[in-house]
């Protein structure tokens, strides 16, 4: 967002909000009619619409035209999800990534983990698995899982990657079995659920969504730490850590984007890198720089030139391999 123009952050958060609503699916009428009402209803409103429309990211012809979208209404399940996402693209207290270079280069380079898994995705693929409880496990990109069901829990082995959780309700048995997801971290049990969980170096990132769940590190059995809708933890072999906000809701990219505000890029060059056949490396003098919009994980290249005409910086390419984001000057 053009940091020259002053807009009220509720504003441009419903900007970005209203961006996810309409550029994704199939808005249904009377979201085009809602859309359209909001755009009116303040100049500023308008004026935060056409910066964000200008950032040049791959919005579809709503963004020029101002609601005027085509489209069939979206299914109720879809749509919740959508407007949950919506609310919750800036209010949500996300968390960072893992920094640490040789854990997140040790954790990239390691493939063997889809040779011993029940499922998993590729470089820039997200995949959907329906389990047999009624469970819906999304993976995405670079991710691996394998599953477990027997006569008292369900479990399911995240071995590489992230995943969103949306517990089923196990029917048909006496008794509801118990939902653990295992990392190398520790075990998380699942109180009724949304969530997701990424792995990141020795650690994983849990983000509750709806409902809560109960976080056992590895390496202290005794502790149990109940997070809540809302929060976001670092489960850690030896205890439960707070996280940094990332300015993005956690499970932005089962729609295949990150869309917020003063998104840290180093964050979003991680984000990036699950999208692209290469290793993508931000360098610490801009890691922490502030990019705000809708960025679309499935378009990397055009991020990156985004982002280059954006911050006073430049990308690398080494071989189509290696992509560095480096200071300007540098």
């Known amino acids: ?43 500023r409103h308008a004026q935060a619409w056409r910066h964000l429309t200008a950032l040049k990211t791959p919005f579809s012809t709503v963004a020029a035209q101002h609601g005027a979208v085509a489209g069939q209404a979206l299914d109720g399940a879809r749509a919740r999800q959508a407007r949950r996402r919506a609310l919750k693209l800036l209010a949500f207290s996300g968390a960072g990534l893992a920094s640490g270079a040789t854990g997140w280069l040790a954790y990239a380079e390691a493939p063997w983990q889809r040779l011993l898994a029940d499922a998993s995705s590729g470089a820039g693929e997200r995949r959907a698995l329906l389990l047999d409880d009624g469970t819906r496990l999304v993976l995405n990109a670079d991710t691996a899982v394998r599953t477990r069901m027997d006569a008292l829990a369900r479990t399911v082995t995240l071995m590489r990657g992230e ?15 118990e939902f653990w997801v295992d990392t190398p971290a520790g075990r998380l049990q699942a109180l009724g ?12 990132r849990v983000s509750v969504l709806e409902g809560s769940v109960a976080l056992h590190p590895a390496d202290a059995p005794a502790m149990r730490v109940v997070a809540l809708a809302g929060d ?26 990150v869309a917020g505000r003063d998104i840290r890029l180093a964050d979003l060059a991680a984000e990036l890198e699950r999208y692209t056949h290469g290793r993508i490396r931000c360098d610490p003098a801009v890691a ?3 990019i705000s919009g809708v960025f679309h994980l499935d378009r990397p290249e055009q991020t990156l030139r985004f982002i280059e005409q ?7 390419r080494l071989a189509g391999y290696w992509i560095r984001i480096l200071p300007a000057g540098a």
């Open 288 to 290: 922490e720089l502030r």
């Open 1 to 43: 967002m053009n940091r020259g123009v002053e807009l009220p952050a509720g504003v441009i958060d419903a900007a970005i909000a209203w961006a996810v609503r309409v550029d994704y699916g199939e808005p249904s009428d009377e979201t085009r009619r809602a859309f359209t009402a909001w755009l009116n209803a303040d100049e």
């Open 232 to 257: 976001s933890r670092w489960l850690a072999r030896r205890g439960v850590e707070p996280t940094e906000q990332a300015g993005y809701a956690p499970d932005a990219w089962v729609d295949g984007m």
């Open 310 to 316: 954006s911050l006073p910086v430049r990308v690398s």
């Open 193 to 204: 659920t949304r969530f997701v969980v990424r792995l990141a170096g020795e650690r994983a």
């Open 163 to 177: 995943i969103l959780v949306e517990t089923g309700a196990d029917a048909g048995l006496a008794a509801r079995r």
